[in-house]
Each structure stands twice: as C-alpha cells, then as structure tokens.
C-alpha cells in the first residue's frame, strides 16, 4: 500500500468542524505536515508538528498525532467556503529528510 | 517576497515531442525541488537540488527526463521524447534549508501529452 494514505473525500456544512484523517507506514520521521492545493495552485503549506508532539494549535487548525497509531488528523474549525480544497498530509523521512506526500483528501464546504 | 516562478502554466504536445520547463526559486532559497502530480495523486519527488548539485534523483526516469540547476538558482526540466503517461503537473518548490518539509512551491505546468 501507499506510504502516507488519506481519505479521498470529505464534505461539511459551512461553520462546522472538519477532520481530516491521514496514516502512515514509516514512524522516523521528525516532522509531519499539512499542505493545502487550490484549484489550478501549487502547494501551500498549512502546518506542521514535530514527531514529540501529541497536539498543535494554530488559530482554527489543529493537528493530533498518534504516534502509537501512525495517525495524524487535521481538525478545522468554523470550516468556511473558502477553505475548500485538496489537503496533503507529509512526512520526512529523516537523514536529509525527503518528504513524502499523501494522497489527498478534498474538501468540500456547502454553504 | 515574490514566490516560485514557474513557465509555462500550460503545455500541451505530441507524444515523442520534447518539453521543458522552467523554474525560479524564491531568492536566498539554496534547495529546489522537481515534483511530478499526476491527476488524482499527491505529489511525487523527481529531483532535488541543493545548490546546483543533486541530492537526489532516483526517481527521475532518467532514458527521458533530465534536469539542471546551472548557476544555483533558476532550473529547467526537460522531457525527450514524451509519453503519454507523462501527462501531470509539474510542481517546482524551494526551501531555505536541505532538512525541511518548509516548501514554497510553484503554481505547477500542466502537462498534456496526446
């Protein structure tokens, strides 16, 4: 299977809490990531936690990680129109830590 | 802070044709990074660059695809000849450092081969 595997889809009402799930196979990375893709766009990157880390707020985004599990989730908060779009989760993979992308979950906001 | 450059936004050509795009990076940043984004997938590493020397390359197809970064900072990645299955987006990112997931990247070439 993939490396890091996300779900593909996901779909919130505007103002709800969104939460995208993200699992990986490799546990030596030292920082994961979250990236976000607009139409048309490259990557922008969203985020990221240190592998010591259980939690990470930063205003309405925030990434739990579970180490044991393997599993990193992004949790946005009061989800607006706006943030529609593909998210990527990413690792390093230590050394001269190449990053390794998911797969990608969209995101859908309803008005 | 101007961002990642890349040209052209849009390509399209023949199968057996040759393509190359360009890619300048934001200034002071001494890594870039070639991705390859096929529809419906992350991004997948071709080549990474620290300065002008290659840290890696293994999973550039190198029979057709080569990539240079002359002079440490713009970079251009050729395809000769193309396939049909190269048909993606072409991602250029830069970081500050080697050891970082901190990538700026690129609006992306779309790619189309028929």
């Known amino acids: 299977g993939e490396d890091v595997e996300q779900s593909l889809f996901l779909s919130v009402r505007e103002g709800d809490s969104s939460v995208i799930n993200c699992t990986y196979t490799?546990?030596?990375?030292?920082?994961l990531y979250w990236y976000k893709q607009e139409p048309g766009a490259g990557l922008q990157l969203l985020t990221y936690?240190?592998?010591?880390?259980d939690m990470k707020q930063d205003q309405r985004l925030t990434v739990l990680l579970n180490k044991k599990d393997k599993h990193l989730s992004l949790r946005i908060a009061d989800t607006q129109t706006g943030d529609s779009a593909i998210y990527f989760c990413?690792?390093?993979?230590?050394?001269?830590?190449?990053?390794?992308f998911g797969t990608g979950t969209k995101l859908q906001v309803i008005p | 802070e101007a961002g990642v450059a890349q040209s052209p936004r849009y390509k399209i050509i023949e199968k057996r044709q040759s393509v190359a795009f360009w890619c300048n990076p934001i200034?002071?940043?001494?890594?870039l990074y070639w991705y390859q984004q096929i529809l419906g997938q992350g991004p997948k590493l071709l080549i990474q660059?620290?300065?002008?020397?290659?840290?890696?390359d293994s999973q550039l197809p190198k029979d057709r695809f080569s990539a240079e970064r002359l002079k440490g900072v713009d970079s251009t990645l050729k395809i000769q000849p193309a396939k049909l299955e190269d048909s993606a987006v072409y991602l250029c990112?830069?970081?500050?450092?080697?050891?970082?997931?901190?990538?700026?990247f690129g609006p992306g070439t779309r790619l189309t081969v028929t």
């Open positions: 990112a830069s970081s500050l450092e080697l050891a970082t997931g901190e990538q700026y």
């Open positions: 490799d546990s030596s990375s030292t920082y």
């Open positions: 936690i240190f592998s010591n880390m």
């Open positions: 990413a690792r390093d993979s230590g050394g001269y830590q190449k990053v390794t």
């Open positions: 200034s002071g940043h001494a890594t």
């Open positions: 660059f620290q300065n002008n020397g290659v840290v890696d």
